[in-house]
Every structure is written in C-alpha cells, then in structure tokens.
C-alpha cells in the first residue's frame, strides 16, 4: 500500500513494541533495550514511545482536552483510543526521521490500536517489527504486584488489571504472533532482570 517511496526515502530503523502484564517488568526491560540499542550506536537514535509519559506531559499543558483528559485518568477511566494514538503519532511526527529505532512501552494495548500502528509501520517502510512479550504467570505478577507496596496496587486493582489484560491485552499480543509481518519474541519473565534482559537480546540480537 505504502511501497510509492523511493529508495532514499524508506525508514532505516526498527521497531521494537514490548509488552506483558502488570507486574512483568516490561518497563524495566524497555529501558535496558533502549540502552542497549543506543550503546550500539555511535550516536543513540533510539526514540522511546511509552504513552503514559506522553500522556503525563499531554496534561501538564492548559486547556479544556487537557484537563478533561486528566479528569477522566483520575476517575479510573481510560481515555479514549483516538487519543493516545494522537499522541504517539504526534511524538512520530515531530521527532522521527527516518533513521532512528522505536521501542515502544504501553502501547497498543487494544486491538484497534494494534492496526493503526501497523499501518503506521507500513507508512515509514520499516520492515518486520518485533513484538517482545515478557510471559509471566498471573499468580507470579499478582505477587509481585502485591510485595511493591504501592497505594494503588490494591487486591482489587490487581485483579482487575490481570482480567483486563486478559480481555484487552491478550488478543493484541495474539494479533502480533499470528502476522507473518512480525518478529514475535517469547520471553521467559520469570527470571531476574538481568537474566530476561540477557534472554531478550540473545533471541533478538543473537548476543
């Protein structure tokens, strides 16, 4: 659909998306490859699209979708789809040129989302993404959960993120593994950080 670009035109970057369930560490993992991707480089060109952050500063700023944005994170609602995609598109637009990697952290993390960002991939020629899925168990993330000692991590929350992960989340990292235009990576989560961070470029990187 997108193959009207010429050869200097096409992306050079890759694109990395990971995910797994709260708990899994995948924030933690996304920095380490970041860090490992840019000590790659002689100069780092790695760009890191995690949609809270985005999000975060998106409401710092005043106005009515700013503040209105903000109400409805703290009423425990998500917002809608279109926004988020917005703002990572907008982060793309403005800092991508072509040459740089995305690893991206917290997104998609619906289905829909999933496709725009494909469609995005295919509008950049970036060719075979990877989908880097940090596999834990439930009960494993629960009690890792749990053990953080943070006010919103209650028993309640908790369940409530793993049956959405389930509903929400799962189908999106299903969407990856059944694309033939993906790299889908399974990594084994339950292990310490730096023996999933080692796992994640061995398989990926053959390091």
Known sequence: ??????????STGKAFILMGRSGSGKG???GLLVR???????????LHIESGALVREFVREDGYTQKRTKSVMESGLLI????????WANY???NFTGIESMVFDGTPR????AQLLDETFKFYSIKKPTLIYVNVGEKWAEDRLCGRARKDDTKEAVEKRMSWFESEVMPVINYYKENPDYNYVNINGEQTIEEVHKEIVKKIFND
């Open 1 to 10: 659909m997108f193959n009207i670009f010429k050869k200097e035109e096409r």
């Open 28 to 30: 933690t993992q996304t």
């Open 36 to 46: 490992y991707l840019c000590e790659k480089e002689k100069l780092c060109r790695t």
């Open 80 to 87: 809608p789809e279109a926004m988020t995609v917005s703002l």
């Open 92 to 94: 793309l637009t403005e």
């Open 110 to 113: 619906k289905l829909r989302e």
